[in-house]
């Protein structure tokens, strides 16, 4: 939502206009947040209980839902001659969140996960959520196609810098990041480090590391072992500066308008 006042600040001083519109984004938001919460079985997020976890499944999916409608809700005091572009593009994003999600649950038994198809996961996922923040503040405020387009931009650029951002937090964080560390390594998904770190390992390296992600039980001895790895194969300074990257691209295209 601070994407969405930002944005439309540019063009405006009054930010009222865009206040219940970035308000949908935040239920938006939560809503594919208690969702994927339930399908990945996680037990914390930003602190405290998931939804699921302090209720139940049945809540869980009930509250998320409720979510959208808000979202809805919140996007009806858009003016009359931006309304329809309005819910088309955030019908289209809603659309690609919940395609990137599919990607993501499909990488969970596929073997081999290219460093490309990752980014196009994430970018589906997260990053045209964090873009379509951005261009609603230009919508809102009736902008031409040519700036709204540059905020979209720059703010998929900016959103693909905060997945990855994510994902090594994930490994190289601490309790403060609100999740439980080590998460990813330990329900094995494929995330951008992981898929780098099989890239590099030596065979014999890719072999231990192949068993420890086999290996169900002793998750913390399999969390030590492969942040271990990770290191030893710079997989950590790999990740950080893909992120620089796609984020100083980012800033470059906002800086453009």
């Given at each position: 939502?601070?994407?969405?006042?930002?944005?439309?600040?540019?063009?405006?001083?009054?930010i009222n206009k865009s206040?219940?519109?970035?308000?949908?984004?935040?239920?938006?938001?939560?809503?594919?947040?208690?969702?994927?919460?339930?399908?990945?079985?996680?037990?914390?997020r930003r602190g405290e209980?998931?939804?699921?976890?302090?209720?139940?499944?049945?809540?869980?999916?009930?509250?998320?839902?409720?979510?959208?409608?808000?979202?809805?809700?919140?996007?009806?005091?858009?003016?009359?001659?931006?309304?329809?572009?309005?819910?088309?593009?955030?019908?289209?994003?809603?659309?690609?969140?919940?395609?990137?999600?599919?990607?993501?649950?499909?990488?969970?038994?596929?073997?081999?996960?290219?460093?490309?198809?990752?980014?196009?996961?994430?970018?589906?996922?997260?990053?045209?959520?964090?873009?379509?923040?951005?261009?609603?503040?230009?919508?809102?405020?009736?902008?031409?196609?040519?700036?709204?387009?540059?905020?979209?931009?720059?703010?998929?650029?900016?959103?693909?810098?905060?997945?990855?951002?994510?994902?090594?937090?994930?490994?190289?964080?601490?309790?403060?990041?609100?999740k439980e560390i080590g998460?990813?390594?330990?329900?094995?998904?494929?995330?951008?480090?992981?898929?780098?770190?099989?890239?590099?390992?030596?065979?014999?390296?890719?072999?231990?590391?192949?068993?420890?992600?086999?290996?169900?039980?002793?998750?913390?001895?399999?969390?030590?072992?492969?942040?271990?790895?990770?290191?030893?194969?710079?997989?950590?300074?790999?990740?950080?500066?893909?992120?620089?990257?796609?984020?100083?691209?980012?800033?470059?295209?906002?800086?453009?308008?």
């Open positions: 939502p601070t994407l969405c006042l930002l944005s439309y600040s540019i063009f405006s001083k009054n206040v219940k519109p970035a308000i949908a984004l935040e239920f938006f938001h939560n809503f594919t947040l208690i969702h994927d919460d339930i399908m990945d079985n996680a037990n914390i209980k998931t939804i699921h976890n302090k209720w139940n499944n049945n809540i869980g999916i009930l509250s998320g839902d409720l979510l959208m409608i808000f979202a809805y809700k919140m996007l009806e005091c858009v003016d009359n001659n931006t309304i329809k572009n309005t819910l088309g593009r955030f019908n289209t994003i809603a659309i690609k969140v919940c395609e990137g999600q599919q990607f993501d649950m499909n990488f969970e038994n596929k073997e081999l996960i290219s460093e490309s198809e990752y980014i196009k996961m994430i970018t589906l996922k997260t990053a045209v959520l964090i873009g379509f923040s951005l261009e609603l503040g230009g919508l809102i405020a009736n902008q031409k196609k040519i700036v709204t387009d540059k905020l979209y931009m720059a703010g998929e650029k900016i959103g693909i810098s905060f997945q990855l951002m994510d994902d090594y937090l994930d490994v190289f964080g601490n309790s403060k990041f609100g998460g990813d390594i330990s329900s094995n998904k494929k995330t951008y480090l992981m898929i780098k770190l099989l890239e590099h390992a030596e065979e014999s390296d890719k072999k231990i590391i192949n068993n420890l992600l086999s290996n169900k039980k002793n998750n913390t001895t399999k969390v030590k072992r492969i942040t271990e790895y990770m290191i030893k194969y710079k997989v950590d300074e790999l990740t950080r500066k893909i992120m620089d990257e796609f984020f100083v691209e980012g800033i470059s295209i906002l800086e453009s308008i």
